[in-house]
């Protein structure tokens, strides 16, 4: 009911401040125009992480990608085991008050619910808010997960353009039940009969919550200086840009009976686990930007000095931090051509003497946009990477940074519909979790080599795209990866009802060759090194239909639809947790337009 009653609220928000030109629905992201799908079919069933990432079996539970990526799994975070949770800030500009309403009904009591407003309340000024919720019961005992994110954002130019300013809030608060998976895998493996009520199968936890609050607070500021701009748009300008920001984060993780034989430690307290993560950064940038514009060209120069302070709390350990950096920001575009640049340095602090250089070059020629990467960066581990204690967990290590160095080559084409890339990594002290749920640092060097491409091909009302990612891990493996991973999907394209209704269905099928499977361990939240069982070679095919009838889509999915036809049932996402037997999805997305 409550659903219903926040489309209320949002649609009468829409037609209070509506305003009487035609819509035009886009936000800035990245400073990238991006236009709000309102009327697309190919992904709208998407809601969710699809079968390149491995997870615990429900929806709102930890996951990882089988697709290699550098920088998540070399970015420095203040907090390896909280983690990173805020969304990338939107800035959005509509001409017409836009809601959008999402509900999804899956089986096993899963639901998912998303409403965005936004809305110009002047010509330079817009407002923006977002709830997002997942609830979902889960297949097993004690899988349940309940994950609510409010998103609010404010940006307004005052009318000459003389200073602009933009404000971003978020808020999470995930909780889930631990179940430590199944107890016995064998049950589920060589019990093909989808009938089985997976909820008598036992688990290895009776008692185990987590949760995660993440706040986030920005506040970005934008003073012009001098504007030499003339009425064409040619000329210079200088601006001082002010971004703060404030992130509060913590995790907690409780036991009312700790089971002494499935954790690997108990070294606080045999009858209960009461674990926590508390931590508060602020940072504050300051920038000075330099722009020309000239009939063919661009030029932006920024240099920045940025501050961060850091208050982490673990246990009865309490540390502070604050880190200095200097960077630098350049942009040179041509009618063809775009070169970019970025350096960061910390010359004090927590990250003292980490580094970040990252570069791109791309060029459109012949119907294609080819672009070159390079990311060299060196980064200080997180500080519970180095120190933790809790009641199951417990290290003190002396870590040296991780340093990684990246290069692509990449095309695309809007006119093919052809997306192709070649990424090359060479990571050196590589962190990862052994199979005793400790850190682990290697000395050495270990090296990714990834190769993707992706093309849609259109054949009258027939829609096939192809996706084929290869991998090659070479030097210390720590990181388990598929050597090929391979998504088809097709779908057909139709109008029904005297053209008033728009269909598309079809189905993806997704394949991935022989790989480990990782452990997941519930008091860390973090997934591990295990070398005793693996997944793979193996079959999702999922069946969807989505329909549009002015603005309202609905679809129907089967998702894991060959679930069971097989002899034995071997499909994990960690050690001990069975992914998502075959299952239902109805959604609905209303858009409300004036």
């Known amino acids: 009911m409550k659903y219903f009653i926040y489309i209320g609220v949002f649609f009468f928000l829409q037609f209070a401040y509506s305003q009487e030109e035609k819509p035009l629905f886009y936000y800035i992201q990245n400073k990238q125009l991006i236009q709000l799908d309102t009327s697309s079919l190919d992904s709208f069933h998407e809601y969710r992480k699809d079968n390149a990432y491995l997870w615990l079996g429900n929806n709102g539970l930890d996951n990882y990608s089988l697709i290699f990526d550098a920088q ?98 978020q808020r999470i608060k995930n909780t889930t039940e631990q179940n430590g ?70 995790r907690f993780y409780t036991d009312a009976n700790p089971n002494s034989i499935y ?22 940038e300051v920038a000075y930007q330099f722009n020309i514009h000239r009939r063919k060209s661009s030029y932006n120069i920024l240099p ?12 009865n350990e309490h540390f502070y931090y604050n880190d200095m950096a200097l960077g630098l920001k350049t942009n040179i575009k041509t009618v063809r051509t775009n070169f970019k640049t970025h350096f960061n340095y910390y010359w004090t602090g927590y990250r003292k003497q980490n580094y970040s ?3 791109r070059f791309q060029s459109s020629f012949n119907q294609f946009s080819w672009h070159i990467e390079a990311l060299i960066d060196q980064q200080t581990p997180a500080i519970d990477l180095q120190q933790y ?72 009302k027939w829609k096939l795209i192809p996706r084929f990612v290869y991998q090659y891990t070479g030097g210390a493996i720590v ?54 069982s693996s ?19 609905v679809f129907f999915a089967l998702t894991h639809l060959n679930s069971g036809l097989s002899n034995e049932s071997h499909y994990f996402g960690a050690m001990h947790y069975p992914l998502e037997d075959r299952a239902y999805k109805i959604g609905i997305n209303w858009n409300f337009l004036k």
């Open 72 to 169: 998540k799994e070399t970015s420095f975070q203040m907090s390896s085991l909280i983690g990173s949770f805020h969304k990338e800030k939107k800035a959005y500009n509509v001409l017409h008050p836009f809601t959008s309403a999402t509900y999804v009904q899956g089986a096993r009591t899963e639901q998912y619910f998303n409403i965005l407003h936004t809305q110009n309340f002047s010509k330079n000024g817009n407002f923006s808010l977002e709830y997002d919720k997942i609830n979902a019961g889960g297949s097993y005992e004690r899988q349940k997960a309940n994950n609510n994110n409010i998103i609010a954002s404010l940006n307004y130019t005052i009318p000459k353009g003389n200073y602009k300013t933009s404000f971003f809030a």
């Open 181 to 250: 998976g199944i107890a016995n895998d064998s049950l589920f493996i060589i019990n093909s009969d989808l009938s089985l009520n997976r909820k008598t199968i036992t688990v290895n936890l009776d008692s185990a919550y987590e949760q995660r609050i993440g706040n986030l607070l920005t506040l970005d500021q934008e003073l012009l200086l001098i504007n030499g701009i003339d009425s064409t748009g040619l000329g210079h300008n200088q601006k001082l840009l002010f971004n703060t920001s404030f992130t509060n984060a913590k």
């Open 263 to 284: 954790y690997p430690a108990i070294n606080i307290d045999s009858t209960y686990t009461n674990d926590s993560i508390k931590t508060n950064q602020i940072e504050q």
């Open 304 to 315: 920045y000095v940025r501050y961060q302070y850091f208050d982490y709390r673990q246990a």
């Open 357 to 359: 250089w990252d570069t």
């Open 389 to 460: 204690y809790g009641n199951h967990n417990a290290w003190s290590n002396t870590l040296v940074p991780i340093q990684n160095y990246c290069f692509t080559l990449g095309t695309d084409s809007n006119k093919w519909n052809l997306k192709a890339k070649v990424e090359y990594n060479d990571i050196k002290n590589p962190i990862y979790f052994n199979h005793e749920e400790q850190v682990v640092q290697v000395l050495d060097f270990t090296q990714v080599l990834k190769a993707e491409i992706e093309k849609e091909f259109k054949l009258k």
């Open 479 to 532: 990181y388990r990866l598929p050597d090929y991973f391979a998504s088809l999907k097709a779908g057909y394209a139709f109008k029904a009802f005297r053209k008033s209704l728009s269909v598309f269905a079809g189905a993806k099928v997704t394949y991935y060759n022989n790989v480990q499977l990782m452990s997941y361990s519930p008091s860390l939240g973090a997934f591990y090194i295990a070398n005793n």
């Open 535 to 553: 997944v793979g070679n193996y079959p999702f095919i999922d069946f969807f239909v989505n329909t549009r009838i002015k603005n309202v889509r």
